[in-house]
């Protein structure tokens, strides 16, 4: 069945360095969703890509769109402790508006 | 900030107690979603409804029911709650022409 890969499960980083999450699908997806979720809290929605290629920023958030619309990443610049949480990428079911999920990126900052 | 309320925000319970977990949004989305996810861990899509009337079980296998009377209001049941029902459970609606959802901050339930 249709299935979304993220990975890495972790990344423990010292604040300052860069973060990057990848997701692979096994399908071709018609947009990539991406959500942050602070621990104890609920995923909020960051953006959303939808053309082949695409690259988005916000601020030190870089979003990317694979040409074959099957790949997505994140890269944060310079991590910072408001950056802590799990990352989660999601795409659309072939058939219906449900979403399929990744299983998310812990963003972890080393003390 | 979403106009997505869950009630209640924590339950604690005992085995085989009924409970309801509510979930109401004011934004008129006729799509909503009931997903359980355990801390730190992925989100699993156990319930959704696309309008009045529509309810679908998700890919998760669940013991839960819900309805879908009116637009704003997804409520779901548990009949008889377990101790391996203890979890996160989030609401969520979505416009539907975007695909964005709009999550509640979740009802944590332990079940003792």
Same mark, same amino acid.
């Given at each position: 069945? *249709?299935?979304?890969?993220?990975?890495?499960?972790?990344?423990?980083?010292?604040?300052?360095?860069?973060?990057?999450?990848?997701?692979?699908?096994?399908?071709?997806?018609?947009?990539?969703?991406?959500?942050?979720?602070?621990?104890?809290?609920?995923?909020?929605?960051?953006?959303?890509?939808?053309?082949?290629?695409?690259?988005?920023?916000?601020?030190?958030?870089?979003?990317?769109?694979?040409?074959?619309?099957?790949?997505?990443?994140?890269?944060?610049?310079?991590? *910072?402790?408001?950056?802590?949480?799990?990352?989660?990428?999601?795409?659309?079911?072939?058939?219906?508006?449900?979403?399929?999920?990744?299983?998310?990126?812990?963003?972890?900052?080393?003390? | 900030?979403?106009?997505?309320?869950?009630?209640?925000?924590?339950?604690?319970?005992?085995?085989?107690?009924?409970?309801?977990?509510?979930?109401?949004?004011?934004? #008129?989305?006729?799509?909503?979603?009931?997903?359980?996810?355990?801390?730190?861990?992925?989100?699993?899509?156990?319930?959704?409804?696309? #309008?009045?009337?529509?309810?679908?079980?998700?890919?998760?296998?669940?013991?839960?029911?819900?309805?879908?009377?009116?637009?704003?209001?997804?409520?779901?049941?548990?009949?008889?709650?377990?101790?391996?029902?203890?979890?996160?459970?989030?609401?969520?609606?979505?416009?539907?022409?975007? #695909?964005?959802?709009?999550?509640?901050?979740?009802?944590?339930?332990?079940?003792?």
């Amino acid at each position: 069945g *249709q299935q979304v890969m993220q990975i890495p499960q972790y990344q423990h980083v010292q604040e300052g360095e860069d973060f990057t999450t990848y997701c692979n699908s096994s399908t071709t997806l018609s947009n990539i969703q991406w959500y942050k979720q602070r621990p104890g809290g609920h995923p909020v929605f960051l953006i959303q890509l939808v053309k082949s290629g695409e690259v988005k920023k916000q601020k030190r958030l870089t979003f990317q769109f694979g040409e074959a619309k099957k790949n997505s990443s994140l890269h944060i610049t310079a991590t *910072q402790t408001t950056d802590v949480g799990t990352y989660f990428c999601a795409g659309p079911k072939d058939s219906n508006y449900q979403l399929i999920w990744g299983a998310g990126t812990k963003l972890i900052i080393k003390p | 900030e979403a106009d997505i309320y869950q009630t209640p925000r924590y339950l604690v319970i005992g085995t085989g107690k009924k409970i309801t977990l509510e979930c109401s949004q004011t934004m #008129g989305h006729d799509k909503m979603y009931w997903y359980q996810q355990d801390p730190g861990m992925e989100l699993h899509l156990i319930h959704y409804s696309y #309008g009045v009337n529509s309810t679908e079980k998700g890919d998760l296998s669940s013991e839960s029911t819900v309805s879908r009377i009116r637009t704003e209001h997804f409520p779901l049941t548990l009949e008889s709650a377990r101790p391996s029902h203890t979890s996160q459970y989030l609401c969520a609606s979505s416009p539907g022409n975007t #695909g964005e959802l709009f999550f509640g901050e979740g009802s944590r339930l332990t079940v003792l």
